[in-house]
C-alpha cells in the first residue's frame, strides 16, 4: 500500500498568514492526489484534486502544486473558517490511502 | 443538487455484522461519471478508505478489510451498501459514504454524507 505522509501533523497560525501543509507518498503517485479540509464533526470537503485543480466554489487563496511523491496545500491568506484539519488523499493505486492529517489551530 | 444519507444502526455487537446503506437523492447512481465509495473514521483519528462500486456492480475494496468487505448497489433504489462482517471494537467509526468523479481520469470524493456513527459494543 502507498503510505501518504503530511507534515506537520499540527500547525499553529494566525489569521492572515501564509500557511503550507506537505504531503509525501511512499511511491509515485502521479497527479492523482486530492486534499480536503474537514472541520469539527463535519464530513470532509473537497477542496483541490489532481494535485492542483482547485474544485468549483472553493476559495482562490487554496492552492496545490507537486507531483510524483511530494505536494504542497498552501492557504495564501488564512481566513478564521480555515482553522480545520486538512487530509491529502492518493488515487492512482488502490487501495487509495490518505494522509494522517494536518490540525491548522489558532496562534 | 445531489445529496448523499447513510443509515444503519448505531450499534453493533461484536463479531456481528455492520451494515449501512447510502441513498442518493437529487442525482442517478447509474451516472457513469460517478463510482460511490465507504470511508471510515475512528474517533480522533484519521481517514481510511473502505471501498468504492461503480454502478455496474465493479467493485475495489481496501486490501485489509477485503476478507469481510461487501459493498453493493441497488440502481432501482438509489442506493449503496455496504457490509462488514465479524466486527471488534477496531471498526469503531463515523461511516461516510461519498461519490468519486472518476472523469478524466479523477477528481475526488466531491459529495460527502454527513456521516454515521457505528459503535461496536456488547
Known amino acids: 500500500d502507498i503510505q501518504m505522509t503530511q507534515s506537520p501533523s499540527t500547525l499553529s497560525a494566525s489569521v492572515g498568514d501564509r500557511v503550507t501543509i506537505t504531503c509525501r507518498a511512499s511511491q509515485s503517485v502521479s497527479s492523482w492526489l486530492a486534499w480536503y479540509q474537514q472541520r469539527p464533526g463535519k464530513a470532509p470537503k473537497l477542496l483541490i484534486y489532481k494535485a492542483s485543480s482547485l474544485e468549483s466554489g472553493v476559495p482562490s487563496r487554496f492552492s496545490g502544486s507537486g507531483s510524483g511523491t511530494e505536494f504542497t496545500l498552501t492557504i495564501s491568506s488564512l481566513q478564521p473558517d480555515d482553522f480545520a484539519t486538512y487530509y491529502c488523499q492518493q488515487y492512482n493505486f488502490y487501495p487509495w490511502t490518505f494522509g494522517q492529517g494536518t490540525k491548522v489551530e489558532i496562534k | 443538487q445531489l445529496q448523499l444519507q447513510e443509515s444503519g444502526p448505531g450499534l453493533v455487537k461484536p463479531s456481528e455484522t455492520l451494515s449501512l446503506t447510502c441513498t442518493v437523492s437529487?442525482?442517478?447512481?447509474?451516472?457513469?461519471?460517478?463510482?460511490w465509495g465507504w470511508i471510515r473514521q475512528p474517533p480522533g483519528k484519521g481517514l481510511e478508505w473502505i471501498g468504492s462500486i461503480y454502478y455496474s456492480g465493479d467493485t475495489d475494496y481496501n486490501s485489509s478489510l477485503k476478507s469481510r468487505v461487501t459493498i453493493s448497489v441497488d440502481t432501482s433504489k438509489n442506493q449503496f451498501s455496504l457490509r462488514l462482517t465479524s466486527v471488534t471494537a477496531a471498526d469503531t467509526a463515523v461511516y461516510y459514504c461519498?461519490?468519486?468523479?472518476?472523469?478524466?481520469?479523477?477528481?475526488?470524493?466531491?459529495?460527502w454524507g454527513q456521516g454515521t456513527m457505528v459503535t461496536v459494543s456488547s
Open positions: 461519498a461519490r468519486f468523479m472518476v472523469s478524466f481520469g479523477g477528481r475526488g470524493f466531491n459529495i
Open positions: 437529487g442525482g442517478s447512481i447509474s451516472d457513469t461519471s460517478y463510482n
